[in-house]
């Protein structure tokens, strides 16, 4: 028996505990049943969902495999439960790490795996988003993304991270190539582990570039570009509203991760706009939070917040839970999605 077969029971009943526990608020659970039903409560609220089945730099083309499998399922369950979402995917899920002879059968391989999930999606009407994950991936996920795109006839999302010292480059070359017939997308983000440009070293130039990145994508891109915000911050977000109203688009929303900040669902929509929840599930829940932690400790003071805000809520008046809603608006907690 393989060492990975070996330590799955001892992932799963430490996922499983988790999920059930610290990481219930912030993931979709171990399993698709359970995602699926979070993300029934979500619909109902009208939100939209971003599911990821968590998982990155596998080795291996059994954990690959594994994996196209699980996003099969899933998409399968998403159509039969009428789920208003799409599908987010890593390309280290699907084969970027696993060794070949070649880079170019690494590429061809790790393409069709991914395909695998996309050409099901299409063919049931659900939309994929590809993750940017660090600079060593950029140029492969952004080809991919093209190459996707265009066979999918327009409408995917790229999530771009203000952190890559080419994300107004590539975001430029993705507005000058998108048409109404085959629209380009964005996702927007910040990224949240270690900066990427070296030339941007502080939290206030990254978010600055952020900012700038926003004004550009929905100034310059025609009504068809899809535009996503993946963040929480106060002035990201009611900036990106104004501009949403004054250059609208077919579609356009604010994304933000599951279980953090849910005061912003009912501001952004009360402002007219629409919201996404960034949904991962999955046997690797538990690994994902602790790496995200240990690599962004400020998330862990995110969690906290959080959690303190949920249970002094239940404690205090209903005119004082107002109140510190009006005050804080949209959220005032630095962004780091």
Same mark, same amino acid.
């Given at each position: 028996?393989? !060492?990975? !077969?070996?330590?799955? +029971?001892? #992932?799963?009943? *430490?996922?499983?505990?988790?999920?059930?526990?610290?990481?219930?608020?912030?993931?979709?659970?171990? %399993?698709?049943?359970?995602?699926?039903?979070?993300?029934?409560?979500?619909?109902?609220?009208?939100?939209? *969902?971003?599911?990821?089945?968590?998982?990155?730099?596998?080795?291996?083309?059994?954990?690959? /495999?594994?994996?196209?499998?699980?996003?099969?399922?899933?998409?399968?369950?998403? !159509?039969?439960?009428?789920?208003?979402? &799409?599908?987010?995917?890593? +390309?280290?899920?699907?084969?970027?790490?696993?060794?070949? &002879?070649?880079?170019? /059968?690494? $590429? =061809?391989?790790? =393409?069709?795996?991914?395909?695998?999930?996309?050409?099901?999606?299409?063919?049931?009407?659900?939309?994929?988003?590809?993750?940017?994950?660090?600079? @060593?991936?950029?140029?492969?996920?952004?080809?991919?993304?093209?190459?996707?795109?265009?066979?999918?006839?327009?409408?995917?999302?790229?999530?771009?991270?203000?952190?890559? /010292?080419?994300?107004?480059?590539?975001?430029?070359?993705?507005?000058?190539?998108?048409? +109404? @017939?085959?629209?380009?997308?964005?996702?927007?983000?910040?990224?949240?582990?270690?900066?990427?440009?070296?030339?941007?070293?502080? $939290?206030?130039?990254?978010?600055?570039?952020?900012?700038?990145?926003?004004?550009?994508?929905?100034?310059? %891109?025609?009504? @068809?570009?899809?535009?996503?915000?993946?963040?929480?911050?106060?002035?990201?977000?009611?900036r990106f509203l104004v501009l949403s109203r004054a250059h609208p688009k077919e579609f356009s929303e604010v994304q933000i991760l599951s279980g953090v900040m849910d005061n912003i669902i009912e501001n952004v929509q009360s402002e007219g706009g629409n919201v996404a929840v960034y949904l991962p599930f999955g046997e690797n829940?538990?690994?994902?939070?602790?790496?995200?932690?240990? #690599? $962004? +400790?400020?998330?862990?003071?995110?969690?906290?917040?959080?959690?303190?805000? =949920? !249970?002094?809520? #239940?404690?205090?008046?209903?005119?004082?839970?107002? @109140?510190?809603?009006? /005050?804080?608006?949209? %959220?005032?907690?630095?962004?780091?999605?």
């Amino acid at each position: 028996m393989s !060492k990975l !077969k070996q330590t799955r +029971p001892i #992932k799963r009943a *430490v996922n499983w505990i988790f999920c059930k526990t610290i990481g219930r608020r912030y993931t979709g659970g171990s %399993s698709i049943f359970s995602v699926i039903k979070r993300a029934k409560k979500l619909n109902e609220r009208g939100v939209r *969902v971003v599911i990821n089945n968590l998982g990155e730099h596998y080795r291996t083309k059994e954990e690959v /495999e594994r994996t196209v499998r699980t996003y099969l399922d899933l998409l399968v369950a998403m !159509k039969s439960s009428g789920i208003n979402g &799409s599908v987010s995917l890593k +390309p280290t899920q699907f084969g970027l790490c696993v060794s070949h &002879s070649s880079d170019t /059968e690494r $590429n =061809r391989y790790t =393409r069709e795996q991914m395909w695998r999930v996309a050409d099901k999606a299409h063919n049931l009407g659900i939309t994929i988003e590809i993750d940017m994950e660090d600079r @060593e991936t950029l140029q492969f996920t952004y080809e991919t993304y093209a190459m996707f795109n265009r066979w999918s006839g327009g409408g995917l999302l790229l999530a771009l991270q203000a952190n890559v /010292e080419l994300s107004f480059t590539i975001l430029r070359q993705m507005i000058s190539l998108s048409t +109404p @017939e085959v629209p380009n997308g964005v996702r927007l983000v910040k990224g949240i582990y270690e900066p990427q440009d070296p030339n941007l070293m502080t $939290n206030d130039e990254i978010m600055a570039r952020f900012s700038g990145l926003t004004e550009f994508v929905m100034v310059s %891109s025609c009504p @068809e570009f899809r535009v996503a915000i993946g963040s929480h911050h106060s002035d990201i977000l009611s900036r990106f509203l104004v501009l949403s109203r004054a250059h609208p688009k077919e579609f356009s929303e604010v994304q933000i991760l599951s279980g953090v900040m849910d005061n912003i669902i009912e501001n952004v929509q009360s402002e007219g706009g629409n919201v996404a929840v960034y949904l991962p599930f999955g046997e690797n829940a538990f690994a994902y939070s602790f790496r995200r932690m240990m #690599k $962004n +400790p400020k998330f862990i003071f995110r969690v906290l917040t959080s959690i303190f805000r =949920r !249970k002094y809520a #239940k404690e205090i008046s209903g005119d004082i839970v107002q @109140e510190n809603t009006h /005050e804080t608006e949209l %959220s005032s907690t630095p962004d780091e999605n």
